[in-house]
Nanobody, 124 residues
Framework: EVQLQASGGGLVQAGGVLKLSCEVS????????IGWFRQAPGKEREGISC????????AYENIVRGRSTISIDNANHMVYFEMDSLEPDDTAVYHC?????????????????WGQGTLVTVSS
């Protein structure tokens, strides 16, 4: 079974940079796509980005496109998510998840394995 652990959350000032890591273990790494999701207080979970472990193809939702980068370290089974120009509205618990494909639209239903999230708080 695939296990994931997100890390790197904390308190960040508005305008700052977010750097999150997702450690993936179990399963065959190249078989999966890794997605990043977030859930703000009182709001529904939303997909923000994904990357295919096999070919490195990526997708970004509009809310993060242009200010974020998702990347992969195949050797160490790590996926990273970086985002700049942070705003208080980016405050959320960020999760990584494993699924079979990185589609252009990042939807939770396409992901089978979820790790515990990491809280990011953006102060104004």
């Amino acid at each position: 079974e695939v296990q994931l652990q997100a890390s790197g959350g904390g308190l960040v000032q508005a305008g700052g940079v977010l750097k999150l890591s997702c450690e993936v273990s179990g399963g065959t790494f190249d078989d999966y796509a890794i997605g990043w999701f977030r859930q703000a207080p009182g709001k529904e979970r939303e997909g923000i980005s994904c990357i295919s472990d096999s070919d490195g193809s990526t997708a970004y939702e509009n809310i993060v496109r242009g200010r974020s980068t998702i990347s992969i370290d195949n050797a160490n089974h790590m996926v990273y998510f970086e985002m700049d120009s942070l705003e208080p509205d980016d405050t959320a618990v960020y999760h990584c998840a494993a699924g079979r494909h990185c589609w252009e639209e990042v939807r939770a239903d396409d992901y089978d394995y979820w790790g515990q999230g990491t809280l990011v708080t953006v102060s104004s």
